[in-house]
């Protein structure tokens, strides 16, 4: 239920570096504007010299100057977290423009900050942080308005395709390793020094979809961060289930 409290709920309005889990935000922008008309699905969007971040999954060598569709774009910072790809739509909306999101989708503690491996913001501990509750009230919008058929955050339309695209995700080690082989889950990871994260839908087209969101700071330890992101997915979900089989007796 919407304004249920949640099933599992542990420091979940503490503040948390979000990694790449913050690109989510991105995305729901992008949607929000291509919604409201101004902006096309196949716009070209420039990437600048202050974009490119080496290593990045798609977009590591691209030029500076160079332009692709924003719908590449959004698939590559969700399906491959794509740095590149996430800072050209950062530098095209601009920061006030993606926290203004936040407003309509729930969220009062989350801010982006900063670029991605922006090394000289994070000396300057400029971090993009959000927190477990307000991860999951994005989350939750997108998927209420793909299951319902509503509009919320965005349009239904956009809020399945959102989530077909999070679906696509490739970083498959967290949440969904910890859940029943052949569950659907809609996710984006995130990774920093001391983070390891996972924000997540699943079975969003199923009898019983929820949200699970992961959030850690300051480990030591990463084998350790991911095995208990595991492990919680693997117990939440036998929650869920058990809750779902007594409601039908």
């Not at 902006?39 to 990437?47: E, F, S």
């Not at 080496?54 to 500076?64: D, K, L, T, V, Y």
């Not at 160079?66 to 977290?81: C, D, E, K, N, W």
């Amino acid at each position: 239920m919407a304004n249920a409290p949640p099933l599992v709920a542990y420091h979940d309005g503490d503040p948390f570096p979000t990694a790449s889990t913050i690109k989510v935000l991105i995305m729901v922008t992008a949607f929000r504007a291509i919604d409201d008309g101004t902006l096309r699905r196949d716009a070209p969007i420039v990437i600048s010299k202050a974009d490119l971040v080496g290593g990045s999954e798609r977009f590591g060598n691209a030029r500076s100057g160079a332009r692709y569709p924003l719908m590449t774009l959004i698939r590559a910072m969700i399906r491959q977290s794509d740095n590149t790809a996430a800072n050209a739509l950062i530098s095209h909306f601009g920061f006030a423009a993606i926290n203004a999101t936040c407003g309509p989708a729930g969220m009062t503690a989350t801010h982006l900050r900063r670029r991605f491996l922006d090394w000289a913001a994070m000396v300057r501990h400029n971090e993009n942080v959000s927190t477990a509750r307000d991860m999951g009230t994005l989350l939750y919008g997108i998927e209420r308005g793909a299951r319902e058929g509503i509009d919320t955050i965005a349009k239904a339309a956009s809020c399945n395709e959102m989530i077909e695209i999070m679906l696509g995700q490739e970083d498959r080690d967290k949440i969904p390793a910890g859940l029943p082989r052949g569950t659907q889950v809609a996710d984006k990871t995130g990774e920093l020094t001391g983070v390891r994260s996972d924000v997540a839908i699943v079975e969003p087209y199923g009898d019983t979809p929820y949200i699970l969101v992961v959030m850690t700071k300051e480990l030591y330890d990463y084998a350790a961060a991911v095995a208990a992101i595991r492990r919680i997915a693997h117990d939440v979900n036998r929650a869920v289930d058990s809750r779902y089989s007594l409601s039908r007796r």
